[in-house]
């Protein structure tokens, strides 16, 4: 009985899979959301604000403001990015400072919940270039080019590793490029960890300082919002855990997360999974980039990411999703780490 009253109570207080109630409240009128229109304009699927404090009124001092895009609103999805970015803060590479927020919008409506990301953009010459820019850069034409010349489907025989490595070595200047490089191969390691199967031209990129007084750097890593069962309701897990396919499923999952970056010298359009990937760097040993990805995969620990997401997220997400979501990270880490250890 008190273990049904526990479950009971969590019921009352879950909304699309998640407790809100135990995510923070920002009440009405202390926050003020600016509209992301203009030359201030954020591209992508999710409905997005810049979000300031106090007198400030400029994106430069903003959080952006994302809410769920394609579940329904579901705060899961919301929840799942700031977890992943939480998780990405205890490897050796930039992600963005984020908060997971409830906004209250006016004084008795019902609040919503938010992800947030700190604008990364904070110099007035800073300007990111999202890997279409540069990749277009490289090719010396323009961006509209690129995306009419490639299909989604097609995008891999594009943004293959060898291909955005002598992007990044044509835009660097004097020793900027093994930094580049290897901070590319960090990224492509988190998202192997993490299954991340929406790393598009538009979700990464460089930043440049346009007066030059800066070196080129590679930008905290953003956007890493589709892995980790973002996608799958508590019922459908449920469901799973009934039938005892719990095992067959984080394998299917996993196996099925693909990756947006092509092997370097693989001109095949198919979509690769992130294990096809690592293996193909593997082969190929792209300096400075093999670094990097190593280096993630190398200190990313199972055992301290479920610390972590027992101490953040146990009263946020149901004990079930927190299960699946630890059985997927330890199948990850295991498969990379017999891919690299030749095994």
Same mark, same amino acid.
Do not use: W
């Given at each position: 009985m008190p273990h049904t009253h526990r479950r009971d109570r969590w019921n009352l207080r879950i909304r699309g899979d998640v407790n809100v109630r135990r995510i923070p409240e920002l009440p009405f009128g202390s926050f003020k959301l600016l509209p992301a229109v203009g030359k201030y304009a954020l591209g992508g699927a999710a409905p997005k604000d810049y979000l300031v404090f106090g007198r400030e009124q400029a994106p430069s001092s903003a959080y952006i403001a994302k809410a769920a895009r394609l579940t329904g609103g579901r705060p899961c999805e919301c929840v799942t990015e700031h977890l992943i970015a939480r998780l990405g803060s205890l490897l050796p590479l930039r992600v963005i400072q984020a908060r997971l927020v409830r906004l209250r919008r006016t004084r008795s409506g019902r609040s919503e919940v938010r992800f947030l990301s700190r604008d990364f953009l904070r110099h007035p010459a800073d300007r990111l270039v999202h890997g279409v820019e540069l990749m277009a850069q490289w090719l010396d034409v323009s961006k509209d080019e690129v995306v009419a010349a490639f299909s989604r489907r097609e995008e891999l025989q594009l943004?293959?590793?060898? #291909?955005?490595?002598?992007?990044?070595?044509?835009?660097?200047?004097? &020793?900027? #490029?093994?930094?580049?490089?290897?901070a590319f191969g960090r990224m492509l390691g988190y998202d192997a960890l993490i299954g991340a199967n929406d790393r598009h031209p538009m979700n990464w990129g460089v930043i440049r300082d346009v007066t030059m007084h800066a070196p080129l750097r590679f930008a905290p890593v953003f956007d890493t919002a589709r892995g980790l069962f973002w996608q799958h309701p508590d019922d459908h897990l449920r469901s799973v855990e009934e039938r005892g396919d719990v095992e067959q499923h984080v394998e299917a999952y996993a196996e099925g997360s693909h990756a947006l970056i092509g092997r370097p010298g693989d001109d &095949?359009?198919?979509?690769?999974?992130?294990? &096809?990937l690592v293996e193909g760097i593997l082969l190929s040993r792209p300096e400075h980039l093999t670094d990097g990805m190593l280096e993630v995969v190398d200190r990313f620990s199972p055992v301290e990411a479920e610390q972590l997401l027992r101490r953040e997220f146990s009263c946020i997400l149901t004990p079930r999703r927190l299960r699946f979501i630890v059985r997927l990270l330890h199948y990850r880490h295991g498969r990379l780490r017999r891919l690299i250890d030749g095994r």
């Open positions: 943004y293959r590793c060898d #291909y955005v490595l002598d992007a990044l070595r044509c835009a660097a200047e004097f &020793d900027e #490029y093994p930094r580049l490089a290897r &095949d359009s198919s979509k690769l999974n992130h294990f &096809d």
